[in-house]
Structures are given as structure tokens and as C-alpha cells.
Nanobody, 126 residues
Framework: QVRLVESGGGWVQPGGSLRLSCAAS????????LAWYRQAPGKQREFVAS?????????ADSVKGRFTISRDRITRKHTVYLDMNNLEPEDTAVYSC??????????????????WGQGTQVTVSS
């Protein structure tokens, strides 16, 4: 069974930085695409950033120039990162990742699974 687990959330002062991680586990072949979303109290969930194999990274206007999405290409840990810089109180939310994960079914077969993580809290305040 494939799982996505987020980590790296916490409290930071305005102007600070955090790195979120979204790790896929469970007989994973590759991460085809993955997006970060966030939901603040009393608000709807909103798109933050995404990446897709062979495609361009996408960002919400509110985070362009401050957030960067990337994938681990060195250790092959099947992990996607969200580097968040110059954080603002408005960035406070629960951040969740949603991925299209390619898993190994057998030695010759793969399948795609859509998966959500459980979320990690980011709080930006002084």
C-alpha cells in the first residue's frame, strides 16, 4: 500500500524559512506528479505548488518567488520538498501533499495510485 508522509512543519517567525518533505513509501517505482496544498482555519484548501515528470513546476501567485518545489534526485528516496522562504503570517496553514505515484505490481508491471498525505502544520507568527 503506497503512503505519503509529510514532515518539516513547525513554528517560524515572519521572514523565516522552512523545508517541508513529502516521502512516498510502499513499493514505489517513481513519483509521476505531486502537488502541495494548504488549508488555513476557516478557509478552503488551496493549491500551492506542483511538479510533474517532464513538465514545468507550477506555483500559486501568492508563493511565487518565495517557495520552491523539488524532488530528491540524489538519494532516490522518492521524496518531494517544498522550500519556503520569507514566510508570512498568511502562510499559516496545514500543508498536505497529493501525488500520482507509480508503484511496482510485479517484476514487469506498474500501476498508478493517487495518494494524499496526512498534513503538517506550518505556523508563522511573531
Amino acid at each position: 500500500q503506497v503512503r505519503l508522509v509529510e514532515s518539516g512543519g513547525g513554528w517560524v517567525q515572519p521572514g523565516g524559512s522552512l523545508r517541508l518533505s513529502c516521502a512516498a513509501s510502499g513499493n514505489v517505482f517513481s513519483i509521476y506528479s505531486l502537488a502541495w496544498y494548504r488549508q488555513a482555519p476557516g478557509k478552503q484548501r488551496e493549491f500551492v505548488a506542483s511538479l510533474i515528470s517532464g513538465g514545468l513546476n507550477q506555483y500559486a501567485d501568492s508563493v511565487k518567488g518565495r517557495f520552491t518545489i523539488s524532488r530528491d534526485r540524489i538519494t532516490r528516496k522518492h521524496t518531494v520538498y517544498l522550500d519556503m522562504n520569507n514566510l508570512e503570517p498568511e502562510d499559516t496553514a496545514v500543508y498536505s501533499c497529493n501525488g500520482s505515484i507509480i508503484i511496482n505490481i510485479s517484476d514487469r508491471e506498474t500501476a498508478e495510485r493517487d495518494c494524499w498525505g496526512q498534513g503538517t502544520q506550518v505556523t508563522v507568527s511573531s
